[in-house]
């Protein structure tokens, strides 16, 4: 029986958001194949590492000249099968996909990926794969919607030797019904307004923003080569390093570069200088530190129209909730006084 017959026979409560019939079947899928013999499309390459470095900005010497390795963060990009996708796709993930359809989990979104680096690529290893459905969750009730994590695992190889893993989890969900969002008439005037998302922290982040709760602007430094490095990063962009302290920023820039937004009025992104309602346009502006490295942050205490590059900032904290406070650039006076007015920057 296929999967669509059966979630009919047991009617729409077998879906995410009733009892969870569905979880058993979803779970015999574990350990089956997604993807069988597959090959890259192309062998590993000097000019696709040149593209993908210049993209990065990423100046190794290890990935240039003779004796060059892939970045091992390319690993995915060797077993990409391009806008047709691959043909070595198992009918079990297929199955497995439309079951969770059936199931009226519909929409999916990807949540993480993991990789493990065996051994380095090097220009003309030409690469294999397969690929394994490793886990279903249970179901889980998120804010998008209720639904079932399914994550795959891609062996890759190289010669027939294992380079690296690739584990690759996506979220098929239900999605949920959205309350009708109230105008700012009817939440009245003395209601507070929505709350600002959350910064994404993770293990490879958390000491700078545990840096911006106590009004700190950490920058990581190598352990090893000294070199500094901006955003936060698990190992050195230069040496490879995974070896790493911080030093505190003395807050003193200049906007690198910068653009205006201009959105619809959003009251949970209210202007940095505290304008009621959201509205736009704002500056945000790539700001370039004078300890070299350089953070995306907004520009305050200058109109948008008055921004401009080379124009110097200072670091200044802003409590956007009680919760939750944010690294902000201020223009200095001399700048602020010397910015033209008028058209649009």
Request: aromatic share 8%; proline share 9%; glycine share 12%.
């Amino acid at each position: 029986m296929t999967g669509s017959a059966r979630s009919r026979a047991d009617g729409p409560a077998a879906g995410p958001d009733g009892p969870d019939r569905w979880y058993g079947r979803l779970k015999a899928y574990e350990g089956r194949s997604a993807a069988e013999s597959g090959h890259g499309r192309d062998p590993v390459n000097a000019p696709m590492i040149r593209h993908w470095c210049e993209a990065i900005g990423d100046t190794h010497p290890a990935y240039a000249g003779p004796g060059a390795i892939a970045p091992p963060t390319m690993l995915q990009a060797w077993t990409m099968g391009g806008l047709a996708g691959h043909a070595t796709r198992s009918e079990a993930y297929d199955e497995l996909l439309a079951l969770l359809d059936d199931a009226g989990c519909t929409s999916v979104v990807a949540t993480d990926c993991e990789q493990e680096y065996l051994r380095p690529l090097r220009p003309g290893d030409e690469i294999t794969f397969d690929a394994v459905i490793e886990s279903v969750s249970d179901r889980k009730t998120t804010k998008l919607g209720a639904g079932y994590f399914v994550t795959t695992r891609m062996d890759i190889r190289a010669g027939g030797e294992l380079a690296g893993t690739h584990r690759f989890r996506i979220l098929k969900y239900r999605p949920a019904k959205r309350r009708p969002t109230a105008t700012p008439a009817a939440r009245g005037r003395g209601a507070a307004p929505p709350a600002r998302p959350r910064p994404v922290v993770n293990r490879d982040n958390a000491g700078f923003w545990e840096g911006v709760a106590r009004r700190r602007l950490l920058i990581q430094r190598c352990g090893a080569c000294g070199t500094l490095r901006f955003p936060w990063l698990p190992g050195c962009g230069a040496c490879g390093s995974p070896e790493w302290d911080t030093v505190e920023a003395s807050g003193e820039g200049t906007v690198y570069s910068y653009v205006v937004m201009h959105h619809p009025p959003f009251p949970a992104f209210a202007p940095p200088d505290g304008a009621s309602g959201g509205a736009s346009p704002y500056a945000v502006a790539l700001v370039e530190l004078v300890e070299g490295v350089r953070i995306i942050s907004n520009v305050v205490g200058v109109p948008h129209r008055a921004v401009r590059i080379g124009m110097p900032v200072r670091l200044e904290f802003q409590r956007v909730d009680e919760d939750l406070e944010l690294p902000v650039f201020r223009a200095l006076e001399s700048a602020a006084l010397a910015a033209p007015e008028g058209g649009e920057g």
